[in-house]
């Protein structure tokens, strides 16, 4: 999937075009195809589980960049190294050749692999990627960009309910997840202003159910509230039984 990301703090980025490509895992629930489209000029910043040499070759004809996470048994051959700081947690910024016969021939240009030192973490972490202008912290950046989507997106789940999508281009997916989002807004709006202890779950359900009725919103509202209250009396009653 590619979703536009424009509140990325690292500076020197804001600049550029950025996508993001979930797990396959992540691409099954959602019901979006691995081989939807690749737009460029753009960053497509991808986990480890989405190790696809062919795929990543098509994005690199397309003039698309890419970064992901090197698996550890990755077999390559180093052509060059460059300088690096260590003081910035680099600890090698290599162009390579891939060595495995299968994965040479599916992506046979030269990739650059980047070593970083997650301090935070106490971890070392490799980064494969086609772009070789950007400065090598900023690649490392780039990725930690990647964890910001993956809080949406659970955000996402957790609270918009969006069980699929409905299109897979950039523009049905962005138009379906504002849909979303500002229905939660308006139900989180309408809560407020009725003052009302029902759940933003449970108004959603409520007007689910009662989409097409004519009874007034705070009635309906107000109903389920003295639902509520007859059954913590019933409980209260209860323990006294």
């Not at 807004?185 to 009302?196: D, M, P, S």
Request: some cysteine.
């Amino acid at each position: 999937m590619f979703l536009g990301v424009t509140d990325l703090e690292v500076n020197f980025l804001r600049n550029w075009k950025f996508s993001y490509v979930v797990s396959h895992h992540e691409f099954r629930q959602i019901g979006i195809r691995t081989t939807h489209g690749v737009f460029a000029p753009s960053h497509n910043i991808m986990d480890r589980g989405f190790t696809d040499f062919a795929r990543w070759y098509t994005m690199h004809q397309a003039q698309a960049f890419f970064v992901t996470r090197a698996k550890s048994n990755l077999l390559f051959r180093r052509v060059y190294s460059q300088p690096i700081d260590k003081s910035t947690g680099l600890r090698c910024d290599q162009i390579i050749m891939l060595a495995a016969p299968k994965a040479a021939k599916d992506y046979p240009q030269h990739l650059r692999r980047i070593k970083f030192y997650d301090v935070e973490h106490d971890r070392h972490l490799v980064f494969l990627t086609n772009n070789f202008n950007l400065p090598a912290l900023a690649i490392a950046q780039l990725y930690r960009c990647r964890w910001q989507v993956e809080l949406f997106f659970k955000w996402i789940k957790q609270h918009l309910r969006i069980k699929r999508f409905y299109g897979t281009t950039e523009n049905a997916v962005k138009t379906q997840i504002w849909i979303a989002i500002s229905v939660y807004v308006l139900v989180a709006i309408v809560k407020k202003r009725l003052n009302t202890e029902a759940s933003l779950y449970k108004i959603l359900q409520i007007l689910s159910l009662a989409l097409f009725e004519k009874t007034p919103l705070n009635q309906l509202v107000k109903n389920y509230d003295t639902q509520l209250d007859m059954h913590d009396n019933d409980n209260q009653m209860n323990l006294f039984d």
